[in-house]
């Protein structure tokens, strides 16, 4: 069964941002919403660590599954 949900245009604004990352920022992306739907994040901290791992990928640095391991909470 399928749910109809209407979109907010908010919403629809980080969907299209999100669709435009590569893959690598989406996986980081993802890992940072994990860490801050189960409580392991604030909001500032996400952003932090969402950040610091898009700069490192935008240098050139090859960023390894540790790099997206989340803290131990």
Request: net charge negative; no cysteine; hydrophobic share 35%.
């Amino acid at each position: 069964m399928t749910q109809a949900t209407e979109q907010t245009p908010e919403g629809q604004e980080i969907l299209d941002i999100f669709h435009k990352l590569d893959s690598t920022k989406k996986l980081i992306f993802l890992g940072g919403f994990r860490g801050l739907s189960s409580g392991v994040f604030t909001v500032e901290q996400f952003q932090q660590w969402v950040q610091e791992r898009f700069d490192r990928h935008d240098a050139g640095e090859k960023l390894t599954v540790a790099d997206l391991e989340l803290p131990k909470s």
